[in-house]
């Protein structure tokens, strides 16, 4: 053993049974973990249920007589010893807590390493959407999809629910035979006729990678590692859209080394999905609100690709450190775009990321808790701590490093960190010391006013945030200040301005616009009628925040139609911060909430203090 593995070794030795500690888990895995799991499962469409059992692979890594498990609503039938010896086993199931869901104590004689739980999950479970036909875009039949992140994987197998816990994993799924079922996992076997799809996962994964999607779906081949499933009537926009995923994928190997999950294929589904994207290793989820038809939201896919390497390869051991996951992906999300699509295409992503992130650190407070890298997370439920802070404070330290030491050495240095840590999990303090030894060491003179504690561990912005500036902006400020010396919307020069600039556009506008102001720009631009999810979403938090009545019942079409939480949020926040509006969020929000993702939900819920 060299004395570097052997020293991680110690390490990681050291650190299980104490730092490591997940709040947001009832596991203790420095004790007992699993190390394979074999999920087989009935997809009940009537009962909205998924039935069926999960056998758990054990390793001990001391003495033990329970395995403590998460679960959350799950319905526990029997628990036994499979194996050489059989048996039932004796369990117990803790009061639920809010969000935590319940511990499952199973008694665990000393010579089982292999038991069966057989469970069902309920309706409302939190990882789970159960869509109708209707819901669907071709309304052929039911669809299901799983968002496991953060901690929702417990509410539909029954695991350690913790990011610090890896396991390869094999599943059997069962379906109505007309319905298709993917995962996040090699497809082994499929036979349509019966309904029965077989998959395996031979990489270890934390629980909150597990995915599965059900519906009527259909596929297009992209490259030979590249394809993008969807409904039929989606498929071919889709593959359209993400045309270049395999450039991407070359550029990315290029910069961080082999992918290492051979094939990247992506699923679109359908629009209450909560999240842009989700970066199920082999099998992205994706929200169709990111088919603009012109490819320039594409720096979405290039983000999940880039959780292969940052999140899925190396992995933040608790939710407190998300940074690590998206301020890594979001860097090497801009490095991706700028290798495929030029250097202004990343810049201005780059731009509009720290305007977003100035007005979180505002919202919050320059001295919130929620605007430290290092987040301590204990009692709060990680989907409420979720900001812009760890993907784009996290990126910026990325960014900064790179102007301190040079491209080369920090491209060189990510390859180490992500060489040395493959498949494992880590912690604020483990990158701030593999920074410090492996990018900072011997090259102190180049430090300056840096300080890479205050950036870690810090509230609010440093001084130090390096500032880009782009042509692609430059042109459309230009436009920006004829506009408020008087020039008319129409004579404006906007010619093959692409999203982003329109983005930047529309942000920088006075912030009070009369309604006949909204007006002239709506009719020389066609906000209101844009096709353009993000462009629209701009144009819409404009229109509350003036009162442009125009736009209203496209913003209550648009809110009904998809449940994005990065749009649903922000709107029906503006809406309930203002007296007037405030009706008008309740009556959307009544009638959009069954479409909504049971995560989306429960965050709509809270800010619109709904019974
Ligand atoms: N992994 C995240 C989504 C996520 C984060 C789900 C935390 C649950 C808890 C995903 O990679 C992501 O960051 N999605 C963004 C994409 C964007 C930053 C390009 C989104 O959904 O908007
Ligand atoms: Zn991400």
């Known amino acids: 053993m060299s004395p570097r593995i052997l020293l991680s070794f110690l390490v990681v030795l050291a650190l299980i049974p104490a730092g490591l500690a997940d709040p947001h ?23 909205s249920i998924l039935e069926g059992s999960a056998t758990l692979t054990l390793v001990r890594r001391a003495p033990t007589d329970s395995l403590v498990l998460d679960s959350k609503g799950l319905v526990i039938k029997r628990i036994s010893q499979v194996g050489e010896k059989t048996g039932r086993l004796g369990f117990s199931v803790s009061a639920p807590s809010s969000n935590l869901g319940s511990s499952l104590t199973i008694d665990l004689p000393q010579d089982a390493n292999k038991i069966r739980i057989e469970y069902q999950t309920t309706p409302d479970a939190s990882a789970l959407q ?5 819901q669907t875009e071709g309304k052929k039949g039911p669809f299901l999809f799983t968002q496991s992140q953060a901690i929702h994987a417990r509410s539909w197998i029954p695991c350690i629910d913790s990011p610090a816990v890896r396991m390869t994993y094999d599943a059997t799924i069962r379906v109505d035979p007309k319905l298709v079922a993917v995962m996040s996992a090699e497809t082994v076997g499929a036979n349509r006729e019966q309904g029965v799809f077989r998959f395996r996962m031979r990489q270890p994964i934390p629980s909150y990678l597990i995915a599965l999607s059900v519906g009527v779906i259909d596929f297009r081949d992209i490259s030979p590692r590249v394809r993008v499933y969807a409904e039929p009537e989606v498929v071919e926009k889709a593959a359209y859209e993400f045309a270049d995923t395999e450039k ?3 550029a990315a190997e290029e910069l961080y080394g082999p992918y290492r999950w051979e094939r990247y294929d992506m699923i679109v589904l359908p629009p209450s999905f909560p999240f842009g994207g989700m970066e199920n290793p082999r099998l992205t989820f994706l929200t169709p609100t990111v088919l603009s038809g012109d490819r320039t939201l594409v720096d979405l896919v290039a ?42 295409a990343a810049k201005m992503n780059c731009i509009l990321g720290l305007q977003a992130l100035e007005g979180s650190v505002k919202d919050f407070g320059g001295t919130h808790p929620f605007t430290k890298l290092a987040q301590n997370l204990y009692g709060h439920d990680p989907d409420d701590a979720f900001s812009d802070v760890p993907y784009e404070k996290g990126a910026l330290l990325l960014h900064r490093l790179e102007g301190l030491f040079g491209r080369e050495r920090l491209d060189q240095f990510l390859r180490s960190y992500f060489d040395d840590n493959a498949f494992r999990a880590v912690t604020t303090p483990l990158v701030e010391s593999a920074i410090q030894n492996g990018l900072i060491r011997g ?24 500032r880009v500036e ?45 309604v006949d102001q909204m007006t002239e720009l709506d009719k ?22 003036n009162h442009y009545k125009p736009a209203f019942s496209s913003i209550k079409a648009f809110l009904l139609s998809m449940g994005r939480m990065k749009f649903v949020g922000p709107l029906f926040g503006t809406m309930v911060a203002d007296k007037k509006l405030y009706p008008m969020a309740r009556e959307i929000y ?8 049971p995560i989306g939900r429960a965050a709509m819920d809270k800010l619109l203090e709904w019974e």
């Open 248 to 250: 991407m994928m070359k």
């Open 25 to 47: 888990s009832f596991g203790n895995p420095g004790q007992i973990s699993i190390r394979h799991l074999e999920l087989d499962l009935s997809v009940d469409f009537d009962r």
């Open 470 to 514: 782009t042509d692609g902006f430059t042109v459309v400020d230009r436009e920006l200040e004829k506009y408020r010396k008087g020039t008319p919307a129409v004579e404006l020069a906007v010619d093959g301005w692409i999203t982003q600039q329109w983005l930047h556009f529309l942000r920088n506008l006075p912030k009070r616009l009369s």
């Open 130 to 134: 159960w869509l109708g036909p209707e």
């Open 443 to 466: 090259h102190e003179d180049k430090l300056g006013g840096f300080s890479l504690k205050q950036w870690l561990y810090g509230t609010g912005l440093p001084e130090d945030v390096p």
């Open 303 to 344: 983000h999940e690709l880039a959780h292969s390497w940052s999140g899925n390869l190396v992995t933040n051991a608790s939710w407190g450190d998300l940074w690590i996951n998206e301020g890594f992906t979001v860097y090497l999300e801009r490095r991706i775009m700028e290798k495929v699509f030029g250097a202004d």
């Open 524 to 545: 020389a631009f066609s906000f209101t009628g844009t096709g353009n999810s993000e462009i629209f979403f701009d144009w819409a938090q404009l229109s509350l925040r």
């Open 590 to 597: 009544e009638l959009a909430r069954p479409g909504y993702h």
